[in-house]
């Protein structure tokens, strides 16, 4: 792949690297035309990967950064302790269990109640297997 440039006193030749997605792309949306032709679409092609690629690792970058001092501040701060109130961990820790507690008990009576519904049923079911009445006789 050559890319051919003219200046006022020289003519330049630059080689560019064509991958196989590039090559394939072209070849199939350009069938027919000059070959010169497609070089260029190709070396454009690639040119454009490029740039996009190091937009693309230019952003990662800019984002790590700010991810990295994000990081720093909040380390810092927790450091000197201005945004943690021991206190106040101390409160939330104590709601949270509270909290806890109660969905516990909430649970432990669903279950319960769930496990009396199913007796239940299970009692009808065997009951009418059985050939018994609502009043337990036969």
Do not use: C, F
Not at 16 to 38: D, H, R
Not at 73 to 99: F, G, M, Y
């Amino acid at each position: 792949m050559t890319d051919t440039r003219n200046t006022s006193e020289t003519k330049e030749t630059t080689i560019v690297a064509v991958s196989s997605e590039t090559n394939a792309l072209v070849e199939k949306e350009m069938p027919g035309e000059s070959e010169q032709l497609k070089q260029e679409t190709k070396a454009l092609v690639e040119a454009i990967k490029k740039r996009a690629q190091s937009e693309i690792d230019n952003a990662q970058t800019l984002t790590r950064d700010a991810y990295l001092k994000a990081v720093r501040s909040a380390r810092e701060a927790i450091e000197k302790n201005e945004l943690l109130d021991p206190k106040r961990i101390e409160h939330s820790v104590e709601i949270i269990q509270k909290d806890a507690q109660e969905n516990w008990q909430k649970i432990i009576d669903e279950i319960s109640d769930l496990g009396d519904r199913l007796h239940e049923a299970a009692q009808t079911a065997w009951d009418i297997l059985m050939g018994k009445n609502s009043s337990g006789t036969k």
